[in-house]
């Protein structure tokens, strides 16, 4: 979101406790972590066809073993009964729900999410699903994918799917991830499946991943109970101008529409934006894109929004009209593409801000976190926010004691807990948090060797070691307040 600074809002800090009710969580996504990519029927996702494609992943790892949740969900269950958490965020893997996209559910599938969802309830653990984080099945890509308006009706199908199978069950529901990722890191810049390096086809799969979400809310409405939470999860940038100056503040102004507008416009406010549509209008035909009830369907109210928060966005403007150099949209921290995944912004700079960096070479930066859930309070009120993805990767290490240290981490979580506690008592009506992420695994075009992991994951074998932001954490959710680091 465009901000003129690096300095937060300034709030009232006198008290340091979150809410009674505050949902403390932790998250996962179904291709990072399951494993078992052939079993029970399961078919590839654009991941498994991208992943072993030579060339577009770390040391060509796949997710295919992964941390073989699949077959060890019951002990990972019982390690976030360890943390005390209330609520477990997870993703569905489409392909081993509907294979081809298509057609009536494989209850073999299914069956695992059951499976799942009855051992969190067992241990008094909330299961929120996800339905779609990214792992598009195969068979749909090859007809289009999600520049393909067909694609958007067929994910509506499988979200009744999924919601017919565990409705009874489970209150919280999320229709997508972080489809800015699945458009633009996916069609615009080829940094992810299926990697396609189209602006034209990421504009069009934006739009469908918007009609996707309002046609799987109407989906989900109409299967759930009425009580049910319906919600998105977006990775909305915190878009910050490098300078004062109009031509920086123009650039910031590009980037979050094309970064965040493009989604938050139509689905909490019923339209695209016009600048939005005037600055990418040599891509896209809007009004033939656009069809009569699209926008009704896209803005379908949600009860919660999801907010995926890491680090901010910094842009410029070239000095001079000097044209940026093929790295100059890597600094934006979404890897080295074809071309930026920013549509239309191929002329901006971008700036990694000093300061401490992760292992991901983000800056980190918490007022970021604190300002966009502010703006988000300002722009929508009245609409509850959750926080479900925030953490950090880095470079962690197995001691000969067998623990592992990880007091940046701790000190990343710290900073961003405090921040999401001082938006809240800015007036931000933000429900709970979910770090990212539970264990360490695949970390998509990175493989395995970014690790976010409040439990570090052994990966010959699968052992999994509780690091010392896990009891960190765990103190957090005991006490309702965020203790020293050295706790």
């Not at 940038?237 to 094309?258: F, G, I, K, N």
Request: charged fraction near 20%; charge should be negative; proline fraction near 7%.
């Amino acid at each position: 979101m465009i901000s003129a600074g690096a300095q937060s809002t300034p709030v009232d800090t006198s008290d340091p406790a979150f809410p009674a009710d505050f949902l403390w969580g932790a998250a996962t996504a179904a291709y990072q972590i399951e494993g078992a990519v052939d079993v029970d029927g399961r078919t590839p996702s654009i991941w498994d066809t991208f992943s072993r494609t030579p060339g577009r992943t770390a040391g060509g790892d796949t997710g295919e073993r992964a941390t073989e949740h699949y077959h060890r969900y019951r002990q990972d269950v019982r390690l976030m009964a360890d943390l005390g958490l209330g609520a477990y965020r997870f993703s569905v893997s489409w392909s081993r729900v509907q294979p081809t996209g298509r057609g009536p559910a494989v209850e073999r599938g299914l069956d695992f999410y059951r499976r799942l969802v009855d051992e969190l309830l067992e241990h008094g653990v909330e299961p929120a699903v996800t339905l779609y984080h990214w792992d598009l099945p195969q068979d749909l890509e090859d007809i289009g994918g999600w520049p393909a308006r067909d694609t958007a009706r067929r994910f509506a199908d499988y979200a009744a799917l999924v919601a017919d199978a565990l409705g009874d069950r489970v209150g919280l529901w999320t229709t997508l991830n972080e489809p800015w990722c699945s458009a633009f890191l996916g069609y615009g810049s080829g940094v992810h499946a299926p990697g396609r390096a189209d602006w034209t086809a990421a504009l069009h799969a934006a739009h469908h991943l918007n009609l996707g979400h309002g046609l799987a809310v109407e989906a989900l409405r109409t299967t759930l109970p009425r009580d049910a939470r319906i919600a998105v999860s977006l990775n909305l940038h915190e878009v910050r101008p490098l300078t004062r100056s109009a031509a920086d503040h123009e650039a910031a102004r590009r980037v979050d529409a094309v970064g965040n507008r493009v989604f938050t416009g139509p689905m909490l406010s019923g339209d695209y934006p016009a600048d939005l549509i005037s600055d990418t209008a040599h891509l896209v035909d809007w009004p033939e894109l656009i069809h009569d009830g699209d926008l009704a369907t896209i803005s379908r109210p949600v009860d919660l929004l999801g907010v995926n928060y890491y680090t901010p966005t910094v842009v410029s403007a070239p000095p001079d009209g000097q044209a940026p150099d093929s790295a100059a949209a890597s600094e934006a921290g979404h890897g080295d593409g074809a071309q930026s995944p920013f549509a239309g912004c191929g002329d901006l700079l971008f700036h990694r801000a000093p300061g401490e960096r992760t292992a991901m070479g983000w800056t980190i930066d918490p007022t970021g976190l604190t300002d966009l859930l502010l703006r988000l309070h300002r722009e929508h009120p009245g609409l509850p926010l959750l926080v479900t993805e925030n953490g950090a990767a880095f470079d962690d290490r197995v001691t000969p004691e067998g623990a592992v240290h990880d007091p940046q981490r701790i000190g990343y979580l710290r900073g961003h807990l405090d921040a999401v506690r001082r938006a809240i008592a800015a007036g931000a009506d933000v429900r709970g948090y979910f770090l990212w992420s539970l264990m360490d695994n695949f970390e998509w075009a990175y493989g395995y060797g970014k690790r976010f992991g409040l439990y570090y994951v052994d990966y010959p074998t699968q052992a999994r070691i509780a690091k010392d932001s896990a009891r960190w954490y765990a103190e957090v959710i005991r006490r309702g307040t965020l203790p020293d680091p050295g706790v």
